[in-house]
């Protein structure tokens, strides 16, 4: 996971959340979510990569943009309308998110957030945040001849003993 910087990420919002939420299920969005089954006696959030967007960067030698991440919490419920539901659990984890500062990342801020789904009493929520971090890109190492001596002078200045003619 060390050499992907979006994994960290995702890690990091996760360790947050089973921190600061230990009485419910947190986890990655499942690689095959048709098999996810949601069985948790009290809520669970799953976090879900949402892709990036990238702002104009300026022409330097070095790519240098600001990325910006947006993650799906999709917050799982028995119930709604209760102290424990999915709304409930919907609003502990908005202010648990709102404001962390991931690795690698500026403090997380909110984006929207929706009504998913409902099935047996089993109710979920989306909650879409974003952060920003930079995208550098790697660069090539300049092969160009070096300057390693100017000589100046002016005008009536004698030449430098030191330089010779070019012979054509």
């Known amino acids: 996971m060390a050499d992907s910087m979006t994994l960290a990420i995702l890690a990091s919002v996760r360790e947050k959340l089973r921190q600061d939420l230990p009485s419910v299920e947190v986890d990655l969005f499942p690689d095959n979510p048709a098999t996810y089954r949601f069985i948790h006696a009290v809520g669970a959030v799953l976090i879900g990569y949402q892709g990036s967007d990238y702002e104009m960067t300026d022409d330097t030698h070095a790519i240098v943009q600001t990325r910006k991440l947006t993650f799906s919490l999709t917050v799982f419920g028995r119930g709604v309308h209760h102290d424990k539901g999915a709304i409930a659990l919907l609003d502990k984890v908005r202010a648990v998110i709102t404001g962390f500062r991931p690795k690698h990342c500026n403090k997380i801020h909110l984006v929207s957030e929706r ?22 890109g790697v660069c090539q190492p300049d092969n160009r001849p070096k300057v390693i001596q100017v000589h100046t002078r002016r005008p009536f200045d004698p030449l430098n003993s030191t330089l010779k003619k070019k012979t054509p």
């Open 115 to 136: 009504y998913l789904h409902q099935d047996g009493g089993a109710w979920q929520y989306e909650l879409k945040v974003r952060t920003e971090t930079q995208s550098v």
